[in-house]
């Protein structure tokens, strides 16, 4: 709990959005300990997904702040879009959806989790 109270106060004082996700995924990632863990932003009438900042131990394929298209991305979009949460337990797996920039298959992530905020 108290790590949740230290990042719910990080967050409120961020005035960026950049500084907030960088506070937020700080306190994930001392909770959780994730492989890596991300913030990206959706911009729907560009088409395209920027990350705003990673954490942990793997390093992204995608550049912080360098838009791709939204085909890249690879998560359900019709599914976030309802703010749904969009879960992939196993990347490996043949039925997984490929991203098609194929970042995900150059990857150590075998899951993920793409939680609309």
């Known amino acids: ?3 949740l109270y230290e990042v719910s106060r990080a967050v409120l004082v961020a005035n960026r959005l950049e500084d907030i996700a960088e506070r937020a995924l ?3 990632n001392e909770l959780v300990g994730p ?3 991300s913030v990206v932003q959706f911009d729907r ?5 920027t990350p705003v900042a990673v954490v942990g131990r793997g390093r992204s394929a995608w550049p912080r702040h360098k838009a ?4 890249d ?3 359900d979009m019709k599914q976030l879009e309802q703010g749904r949460v969009d879960i992939e337990l196993d990347l490996g797996s043949p039925s997984a959806r490929p991203d ?3 970042v995900l298959a150059k990857s150590p992530l ?3 989790v793409i939680t609309p905020v």
């Open 1 to 3: 709990m108290q790590v």
């Open 26 to 28: 700080d306190g994930l």
């Open 35 to 37: 492989w890596r863990a």
């Open 45 to 49: 009438r560009a088409g395209t997904v």
């Open 68 to 71: 791709r298209p939204l085909s």
């Open 73 to 75: 991305f690879g998560g």
């Open 100 to 102: 098609a920039a194929g």
């Open 110 to 112: 075998r899951s993920r």
